[in-house]
T-cell receptor, first 109, second 114 residues
């Protein structure tokens, strides 16, 4: 049973399109994380949120605690947004992060 | 500003060989982690260190040992490598334990065990 489910697994978009990536989780959380893994493999944290919405540039993350669901939106997508986007929540018995399998985004020029 | 530095970047081992993956952070973080990433799976926690002097098992600790050498350094050791340990390994650090703090990741070590 996956505690963190992401959809879609793969997403191809045209440059300029609005992108939505979804994350559903089955455990109680204090915070949800969105991360980006570059094609070269490096991982960076994009957002950490526990309620409402956060915005950074063209990226917007929202969370609905009651529905146990979060979305990551990218406005005016660009080929440099091509990456794997990973959702993670606090859920392990050790108090550690549980990661989704990621959504692979490819933005075509 | 280096952040989290992992060495080596690539390694090929034969079954039964041993090796140590090194990780150092320069952000004065208390907590450090070792993850493995396998195709089709999310990152999985191998071991973590909540603070200097403590280490704890994560989700997949079998076949690994760790040492929190000091506040900066957290190493992962494979005593007798097995093909099932072929993976990409990431070290990460955070101010405090994972849930409420952003984690900063190293560039990863790609390990192949033949």
């Amino acid at each position: 049973k996956n505690e963190v489910e992401q959809s879609p697994q793969n997403l191809t978009a045209q440059e300029g399109e609005f992108i939505t990536i979804n994350c559903s989780y089955s455990v109680g959380i204090s915070a949800l994380h969105w991360l980006q893994q570059h094609p070269g493999g490096g991982i960076v944290s994009l957002f950490m949120l526990s309620s409402g919405k956060k915005k950074h540039g063209r990226l917007i993350a929202t969370i609905n605690i009651q529905e146990k669901h979060s979305s990551l939106h990218i406005t005016a997508s660009h080929p440099r947004d091509s990456a794997v986007y990973i959702c993670a929540v606090l859920g392990g018995s050790q108090g550690n992060l549980i990661f989704g399998k990621g959504t692979k985004l490819s933005v075509k020029p | 500003n280096a952040g989290v530095t992992q060495t080596p970047k690539f390694q090929v081992l034969k079954t039964g060989q041993s090796m140590t993956l090194q990780c150092a952070q320069d952000m004065n973080h208390n907590s450090m982690y070792w993850y493995r990433q396998d195709p089709g799976m999310g990152l999985r926690l191998i071991y973590y260190s909540a603070s200097e002097g403590t280490t704890d098992k994560g989700e997949v600790p079998n076949g690994y040992n760790v040492s929190r050498l000091n506040k900066r350094e957290f190493s992962l050791r494979l005593e007798s490598a097995a093909p099932s340990q072929t993976s990409v390994y990431f070290c990460a650090s955070s101010v405090g334990l994972a849930g409420n703090y952003i984690q900063y990741f190293g560039a990863g070590t790609r390990l192949s065990v033949l």
